[in-house]
DNA sequence: CGGTATCCACATTGATACTG
DNA sequence: CAGTATCAATGTGGATACCG
């Protein structure tokens, strides 16, 4: 989530996240996220006939609470890096 | 968490919402989230021996993720019904 | 009342190997 | 590149019984 909301949009580029996810496990989350209508798949930008992966509408409404998930970690968790950038401090 | 945040303090009380937590596994949580920082206990209020447990500060600081679920339930997932007051429509 | 103790079922992750 | 197939290990949840 925290990959499809920086816009990132193919199987290697969430692949090369530093969690270093199995294949298996991320191919079994997309499909996930696009059984709940969270995801989905779209021709790749670059013309090719490869696949990409977007958020739907539904699925661009979790970015606020990946935010808050993001801005509880840094306030409260030491050692939280936001890959995102954070909410200015109200 | 969110017996938590309406104010719940008691065992009982949380053993007798809705999705009838079994005992050990809310026993569990309740020790997890106290070696989190995010609960702790307090002697009971009404004066008997009993324990109660309330928010940290940093379980309070939880608040906002939950908000966030909750308004991204009754916005896109159909049944979805707020326990917790909702957010105003901005 | 407020838990522990068992024990089982199932979900999830992960390593690894393989394929169109 | 973008997955699928296996299989083992671990995590999580739940039913149930019991106890101070």
């Given at each position: 989530m925290r990959d499809l909301l920086l816009g990132r949009a193919r199987f290697k580029e969430f692949s090369a996240s530093p969690e270093r996810i199995p294949t298996n496990i991320l191919s079994e989350r997309l499909e996930r996220l696009r059984g709940a209508g969270v995801v989905e798949r779209i021709p790749a930008a670059d013309g090719?006939?490869?696949?990409?992966y977007r958020l739907t509408?539904?699925?661009?409404?979790?970015?606020?609470?990946?935010?808050?998930?993001?801005?509880?970690?840094?306030?409260w968790e030491p050692g939280t890096k936001a890959a995102i950038?954070?909410?200015?401090?109200a």
């Open positions: 090719t006939k490869r696949l990409a509408r539904k699925g661009l409404g979790l970015g606020p609470i990946v935010a808050a998930v993001r801005d509880w970690g840094l306030k950038a954070a909410a200015p401090r």
